[in-house]
Protein backbone atom coordinates (compact mmCIF):
# COMPACT_ATOMS: atom_id res chain seq x y z
CA UNK A 1 0.00 0.00 0.00
CA UNK A 2 2.90 2.42 0.92
CA UNK A 3 4.45 2.09 -2.35
CA UNK A 4 1.32 3.44 -4.19
CA UNK A 5 -0.03 6.32 -2.36
CA UNK A 6 2.25 9.79 -2.34
CA UNK A 7 3.54 11.63 0.67
CA UNK A 8 0.71 12.60 3.30
CA UNK A 9 -1.48 10.05 1.10
CA UNK A 10 -3.54 7.21 3.47
CA UNK A 11 -5.01 3.44 2.47
CA UNK A 12 -7.79 2.40 5.14
CA UNK A 13 -7.68 -1.32 4.96
CA UNK A 14 -9.60 -4.07 7.07
CA UNK A 15 -8.43 -7.05 8.61
CA UNK A 16 -7.26 -8.80 11.90
CA UNK A 17 -4.63 -8.62 13.97
CA UNK A 18 -3.39 -10.17 17.32
CA UNK A 19 -2.31 -8.02 19.85
CA UNK A 20 -0.17 -10.89 21.08
CA UNK A 21 1.95 -12.69 18.61
CA UNK A 22 1.61 -13.42 14.88
CA UNK A 23 -1.55 -16.43 14.87
CA UNK A 24 -2.27 -18.54 11.40
CA UNK A 25 -6.05 -19.27 12.49
CA UNK A 26 -6.81 -21.00 9.06
CA UNK A 27 -5.32 -22.23 5.71
CA UNK A 28 -4.62 -18.62 4.57
CA UNK A 29 -6.07 -16.81 7.51
CA UNK A 30 -3.20 -14.47 9.68
CA UNK A 31 -3.57 -12.37 12.74
CA UNK A 32 -0.40 -10.49 12.39
CA UNK A 33 0.87 -8.98 15.65
CA UNK A 34 0.64 -5.15 16.30
CA UNK A 35 3.98 -4.86 17.03
CA UNK A 36 4.82 -6.92 13.49
CA UNK A 37 2.26 -4.64 11.58
CA UNK A 38 3.46 -1.21 13.08
CA UNK A 39 6.71 -1.95 12.41
CA UNK A 40 6.60 -3.01 8.61
CA UNK A 41 4.84 0.23 8.22
CA UNK A 42 7.34 2.07 9.73
CA UNK A 43 9.89 0.63 7.81
CA UNK A 44 8.40 1.62 4.21
CA UNK A 45 7.64 5.23 5.24
CA UNK A 46 4.49 5.05 6.92
CA UNK A 47 2.59 4.77 10.29
CA UNK A 48 -0.01 2.54 11.16
CA UNK A 49 -2.72 3.38 13.23
CA UNK A 50 -5.82 1.13 14.33
CA UNK A 51 -9.33 3.21 13.96
CA UNK A 52 -11.83 0.71 14.98
CA UNK A 53 -11.96 -2.35 16.32
CA UNK A 54 -14.00 -5.61 17.69
CA UNK A 55 -13.35 -8.64 19.39
CA UNK A 56 -13.23 -11.77 17.01
CA UNK A 57 -13.60 -15.23 18.68
CA UNK A 58 -11.48 -17.99 17.35
CA UNK A 59 -13.59 -21.11 19.16
CA UNK A 60 -10.63 -23.50 17.96
CA UNK A 61 -8.04 -21.09 19.75
CA UNK A 62 -10.16 -20.46 22.61
CA UNK A 63 -9.04 -16.46 22.24
CA UNK A 64 -10.36 -13.82 20.46
CA UNK A 65 -8.60 -11.34 18.16
CA UNK A 66 -9.27 -7.93 16.77
CA UNK A 67 -10.98 -6.92 13.32
CA UNK A 68 -11.87 -3.81 12.09
CA UNK A 69 -9.98 -1.04 9.88
CA UNK A 70 -6.64 0.26 10.15
CA UNK A 71 -5.30 3.65 8.52
CA UNK A 72 -1.80 3.53 6.83
CA UNK A 73 -0.20 6.89 6.54
CA UNK A 74 2.67 7.66 4.13
CA UNK A 75 5.22 9.98 6.19
CA UNK A 76 7.44 11.98 4.46
Known amino acids: M ?3 IDVG ?3 IITGKWSSGDTLQFGG ?3 AHSTRVLK ?3 SDFGGELN ?3 KNDFWL ?3 GRAI ?3 RME ?3 LA
Open 2 to 4: LSI
Open 9 to 11: GRA
Open 28 to 30: QSW
Open 39 to 41: KTA
Open 50 to 52: FLE
Open 59 to 61: PDF
Open 66 to 68: KRG
Open 72 to 74: ITK
